[in-house]
């Protein structure tokens, strides 16, 4: 069983930096995978923040491009997000998403989720 426990969301000022913590179990790394982050805001859509696969590959959405970090631990058991220079439309829960698929940009086709973390950005 698959498990996804986030972490590290809090409040920050703008400009300011964060680094969001998943805890993963479960999940068979002998297989193609792919990992990523989404957000969702009150009234908007759950959106892609940043993927990244089996062979290392990463993605990022376009609001995000060199300010947010996806990366892996060595021992494949922590999936974080650093992410600077924070703003205001960055506030969101934030969700660790995993799924034996390529990445997609498509929240659906994941079929494992953390329970997600708060981000709040003020101005």
């Known amino acids: 069983q698959v498990q996804l426990v986030e972490s590290g969301g809090g409040p920050v000022q703008a400009g300011g930096s964060l680094r969001l913590s998943c805890a993963v179990s479960g999940l068979t790394y002998s297989r193609y995978w792919c990992m990523g982050w989404f957000r969702q805001a009150p009234g908007k859509e759950r959106e892609g923040v940043a993927t990244?696969?089996?062979?290392?590959?990463?993605n990022y959405a376009d609001s995000v491009q060199g300010r947010f970090t996806i990366s892996q631990d060595n021992a494949k058991v922590t999936l974080s997000l650093q992410m600077n220079s924070l703003k205001p439309e960055d506030t969101a829960m934030y969700y660790c998403?995993?799924?034996?698929?390529?990445?997609?940009?498509?929240?659906?086709?994941?079929?494992?989720w953390g329970q997600g973390t708060q981000v709040t950005v003020s101005s």
């Open positions: 990244i696969d089996n062979v290392g590959r990463k």
């Open positions: 998403a995993a799924d034996y698929y390529p990445c997609t940009w498509t929240s659906y086709d994941y079929a494992y």
